[in-house]
């Protein structure tokens, strides 16, 4: 079984900076999926990684297959980003594609 | 507007009555899945479809049971629903199947309790 660490649990930052949200796992996968999760509980996808980098306007998500490590970046935070983000494993191959999900990273964006 | 749609969105039953919660899509997915959140555990997947009449096991199965007699419709079933099945339910979908990744679509979710 998959272990995945988010890091950090939650995280406070002020309005303009810098973030980063880390996701670790322990055994091999087919893809990554960042998601976010608002605080009216709904989902939404922000990327899907097998390799490299994806970049969508102020988010930057990366992976690193060899070390087993993904981070997602927020460049010039804002109150609107204030959600829960979730990294979700996935394993794909004969015939199954199952998902495992990082614990959540809570963020607070402060004006 | 390409959706997932579930129902009902909330919903309060008592231990022991049949239930199901419907989800839609309207994107043409083969992939369907279904996943419950709890607090402190997070997201679980409960079982997934790669297409009409394919269906599998995910994390916890257990007391649910599903079905894909079509390509849009993806039903969760609670035969005999227990209050350790109270939760916030998610339908989500996706292009794909074994080797092709693509980003999933959620559903709005379901909120059950069950006394």
């Known amino acids: 079984k998959n272990e995945v660490e988010q890091s950090p649990q939650n995280l406070t930052a002020q309005e303009g900076e810098f973030i980063t949200i880390n996701c670790s796992y322990s055994?091999?996968?087919?893809?990554l999926h960042w998601l976010q999760q608002h605080p009216g509980g709904g989902i939404v996808s922000l990327f899907m990684l097998s390799s490299g980098k994806k970049k969508h306007g102020r988010l930057i998500a990366t992976i690193n297959i060899q070390e087993k490590h993904s981070s997602l970046h927020i460049t010039a935070s804002h109150p609107r980003d204030s959600a829960v983000y979730i990294c979700?494993?996935?394993?794909?191959?004969?015939?199954?594609?199952?998902?495992?999900f990082g614990k959540g990273t809570k963020l607070s964006v402060i004006p | 507007e390409a959706q997932v749609t579930q129902n009902p969105r909330y919903l309060i039953t008592v231990t022991g009555k049949k239930l199901t919660v419907t989800c839609s899509q309207n994107m043409n997915h083969e992939y369907m899945s279904w996943y419950r959140q709890d607090p402190g555990l997070g997201l679980r997947q409960i079982y997934y479809s790669m297409n009409v009449e394919v269906t599998d096991k995910g994390d916890v199965p257990e007391g649910y049971k599903v079905s894909r007699k079509e390509k849009r419709n993806f039903p969760l079933i609670l035969e005999s629903p227990s209050p350790n099945q109270t939760s916030l339910y998610f339908c989500a979908s996706s292009f794909g199947t074994s080797g092709s990744f693509y980003e999933q679509y959620f559903g709005p979710g379901t909120r059950l309790t069950v006394t």
């Open positions: 055994v091999g996968i087919s893809a």
């Open positions: 979700a494993l996935l394993y794909s191959g004969a015939g199954s594609y199952q998902l495992t």
